[in-house]
């Protein structure tokens, strides 16, 4: 597996060449200035070995490429935890809440599997099933791989995806590639011990429970173990870490390294999640979590080690659809249950090949607007924010925005680095002021936001902000456009009509994603 | 005196039904219970409570003092 990383090395400046293998992978290209780049999740066919690109291209969250076209679900059939974390609390459930680790309704199996049906016939781009909790599978290893086992026979072509903490891994590495599980997500937020007594209260191991730094060794070791065992069976994994301020900011470095050297395939770090009301000990004791800044800062020291994942939306437990457009709340199990399923395969297939084909479209976009680039070379890189329902496009009002995607942009192309989540502007037909001015601070940290549509209003306050609001792209490909726009933007910086200045930070919000429907 | 779960604590996670030796915990209709008769404190087979050790709510499998003493077959 580590051969993975490190390739799609391209030489310094010679975007051409760059730009042949990649694809839509120009995330490669923005290391200029280090001068080496490693494949990242956009990673595409030409850079990575075929049948590891078979695994990841229609898996939203292992390619960032992907998110934008694949959907995926979760269902929650395993509830029981075996390690407590202090950004956790099992207890609550809030429907108007996006967290990780919370559901609204627990299934078995056989309701799962139904539901997968539903959703895969109602969702066509669901390719990915995942269990993810709200516990640790792994603790209830019954319901799991029995849910998996039913799914693979009952719709074969749906990946299937696991999330654990890792405790009870080197155990279950068989059966998971019995299983035929193709990927494992493991959460490693540290691989120091007294590091790990500051986020793990307790650990169940062996029939007791351990605490301290006891337990943080366990449960380091056994991580460690079980993502070398994975490796070894070429079991893709990537590798979450919360990002807790003051406790392993700096630290996620060194595991990323150890990631690495232990064949993880993707690394993606994820800011702690912490308000009081969520009731976990970090939301009580006041920890914060960090700014967007801080968190794209670590995401940026990171580069170059293991590929770094940016678009991870820390889904809910129980989230169906494309990644940030949750669907849930359509497939409660009393509706499943009434539905009448037919599974069809061939239709999946067809609509499959759909997406291929606008994906490449999309690919063949950017890098005519990467062409243009060609010889130019800035010092300058801004960040634009952009409002999108999926598909790759500018396809969102301003105003109907859940979320922005965020995208660095420089001479070497448009790279995505990361979302902003935001509470809907315009709610019944009239946008309120207080919303506006969290939505400005959400995303202030970049110099322009595209949107396929935008009232007076808004428009007005996004440019006293110092934000260009940015329409005349409506309803075109991101990539291209955002390329197209940076460079009238340094053409005015040329002629002096402008100046570059640097913008400040951004707050990380969450909030609810989750759809009323 | 065997254990017993505090319903109103409970969060019907599940963690502790499979590890009780006795297989004295049961669910029914999302609720989880201790069978009294069947509760032997985990004496003999763990050093911990099995229930009380796994459950992430603390204070929520508590011993049962209205109910006497497990007797461990000597
Ligand atoms: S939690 Fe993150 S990794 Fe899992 S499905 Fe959601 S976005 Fe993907
Ligand atoms: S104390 Fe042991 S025997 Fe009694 S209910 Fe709990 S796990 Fe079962
Ligand atoms: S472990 Fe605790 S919370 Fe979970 S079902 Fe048992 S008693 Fe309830």
Sequence with gaps: MNAVVGRGRYVEGSLDKMMRPTAEHRGCGTSVNTGQASCRSRAAHGELPAEIWEKVKKHPCYSEGAHHHYARMHVAVAPACNIQCNYCNRKYDCANESRPGVVSEKLTPEQAVKKVLAVATIIPQTTVLGIAGPGDPLANPEKTFKTFDLVAKAAPDIKLCLSTNGLALPDYVNTIAKSKIEHVTITINTIDPEIGAKIYPWIFFNHRRYVGIDAARILTDRQLQGLEMLSERGILCKVNSVMIPHINDHHLVEVNKAVKSRGAFLHNIMPLISAPEHGTVFGLNGQRGPTAQALKALQDACEGGVNMMRHCRQCRADAVGLVGADRGSEFNIDRVMKMDVKYDPEMRKAYQEKVEAERAAKVAASREGLAEFAGEMSEITVLVAVATKGSGLINEHFGHAKEFQVYEISTSGAKFVGHRRVDVYCQGGYGEGDRLSTIIRSVNDCHAVFVAKIGGCPKSNLIRAGIEPVDRYAHEFIEKSAIAWFRSYLEKVKRGEIQHAQRGDADIRYGSLISAG | ?74
């Design chain 2, 1 to 74: 005196m065997p254990f017993k779960i505090i319903a109103s604590q409970c969060t019907s996670c599940s963690a502790c039904e499979p590890l009780c030796p006795n297989v004295a915990i049961s669910e029914s209709a999302g609720r989880f219970v201790i069978e009294p008769a069947k509760c032997t404190e985990c004496i003999g087979h763990f050093d911990e409570p099995q229930c009380v050790a796994a459950c992430p709510v603390d204070g929520t499998c508590v011993i049962d003092t209205s109910l006497p003493r497990y007797q461990a077959p000597s």
